[in-house]
């Protein structure tokens, strides 16, 4: 059993930054691939970024490649996810997941966070 809790969210300008973290209680948090994914008002939840066990790998969704990244550090048991240059559309709740394997798909993650409000002003 994985309990995430996201913290870090909050009111930011566009072109602004945010670091959101994600902390996982157990001690086996490093045998699990972690995932970011958002859901904005009316719309279904979509995937943001992904991370394998190890933070060797990892894979953003093209509307914020480049933009945000996702990293984890296994000593601390959190996994984070920068977001730099942010647009008003980034604007949703984010949650964080954990997954036996790492994947894009929602439905491969067995542990989800409550989420955290990250709103984008113009």
């Known amino acids: 059993q994985v309990q995430l809790v996201e913290s870090g969210g909050g009111l930011v300008q566009a072109g602004g930054s945010l670091r959101l973290s994600c902390a996982a209680s157990?001690?086996?948090?490093?045998?699990?691939?972690m995932g970011w994914f958002r859901q904005a008002p009316g719309k279904e939840r979509e995937f943001v970024a992904c991370i394998k066990r190890s933070g060797g790998s990892t894979y953003y969704a093209d509307s914020v490649k480049g933009r945000f990244t996702i990293s984890r550090d296994n000593a601390r048991n959190t996994v984070y996810l920068q977001m730099n240059s942010l647009k008003p559309e980034d604007t949703a709740v984010y949650y964080c997941?954990?997954?036996?394997?790492?994947?894009?798909?929602?439905?491969?993650?067995?542990?989800w966070g409550q989420g955290t409000q990250v709103t984008v002003s113009s």
């Open positions: 997941a954990a997954s036996p394997r790492v994947t894009t798909h929602s439905y491969d993650y067995n542990y």
């Open positions: 157990g001690r086996t948090f490093s045998s699990y691939a």
